[in-house]
């Protein structure tokens, strides 16, 4: 029924694509184990294992069992100096995500799937960006309108409290951080 048809059409999406995403890989994997599919379990895991910088679980291993990725602190350490800049950070989670050669740590899959959390978080607040950007008029007041008071401009940046509500466009203060201690 509906697992059949699931795994048409993933399997048909991972064709078409060429196997680039570990989503498809990870649910086929899902549904495999649920279905007691264990050949065609194993033989999706050793295609995630050889394309992705994780490594699935043999049949009878835990999916959820292994380390998270605070237990990778070098890996946690460069999306967190990449962080700042979405952009940036995708490029750098990307760069974690694949396989790059038999010398980088590869992930657990607990971990890998915060990283791909961490990926579409990224995604989603540069896209964010891009939106509050395209609906920023920097030409306001044109025409035969009054200037705006002098008390109005500023040559200082907006501080980075200030966000973008991704479905408007308005730009919107965030609510203060304090930052003492107690």
Same mark, same amino acid.
């Given at each position: 029924?509906?697992?059949?048809?699931?795994?048409?059409?993933?399997?048909?999406?991972?064709?078409?694509? +060429? +196997?680039?995403?570990?989503?498809?890989?990870?649910?086929?994997?899902?549904?495999?184990?649920?279905?007691?599919?264990?050949?065609?379990?194993?033989?999706?895991?050793?295609?995630?294992? !050889?394309?992705?910088?994780?490594?699935?679980?043999?049949?009878?291993? $835990?999916?959820?069992?292994?380390?998270?990725?605070? $237990?990778?602190?070098?890996?946690? +350490?460069?999306?967190?100096?990449?962080?700042?800049?979405?952009?940036?950070?995708?490029?750098?989670?990307?760069?974690?995500?694949?396989?790059?050669?038999?010398?980088?740590?590869?992930?657990?899959?607990?971990?890998? !799937?915060?990283?791909?959390?961490?990926?579409?978080?990224?995604?989603?607040?540069? !896209?964010?960006?891009?939106?509050?950007?395209? $609906?920023?008029?920097?030409?306001?007041?044109? +025409?035969?309108?009054?200037?705006?008071?002098?008390?109005?401009?500023?040559?200082?940046?907006?501080?980075?409290?200030?966000?973008?509500?991704?479905?408007?466009?308005?730009?919107?203060?965030?609510?203060?951080?304090?930052?003492?201690?107690?």
């Amino acid at each position: 029924g509906h697992d059949d048809a699931a795994i048409d059409l993933l399997m048909a999406h991972m064709r078409s694509t +060429g +196997g680039s995403s570990p989503l498809p890989f990870l649910k086929l994997l899902e549904i495999h184990r649920r279905r007691d599919q264990r050949e065609a379990y194993e033989r999706t895991r050793i295609r995630f294992n !050889q394309r992705f910088n994780s490594v699935a679980p043999e049949w009878q291993g $835990d999916p959820k069992a292994g380390r998270a990725l605070d $237990d990778y602190p070098m890996a946690l +350490g460069r999306i967190q100096r990449a962080w700042p800049a979405p952009l940036d950070a995708m490029a750098e989670i990307e760069a974690l995500l694949f396989r790059r050669g038999s010398e980088a740590e590869l992930f657990d899959l607990p971990a890998y !799937q915060e990283v791909l959390l961490l990926f579409q978080v990224a995604r989603a607040l540069h !896209q964010a960006e891009g939106a509050c950007a395209a $609906d920023v008029d920097v030409l306001l007041p044109i +025409g035969g309108r009054a200037p705006l008071p002098a008390s109005w401009a500023t040559t200082q940046p907006l501080p980075r409290a200030v966000r973008c509500v991704p479905e408007t466009g308005i730009r919107r203060r965030s609510p203060a951080v304090s930052t003492s201690r107690r």
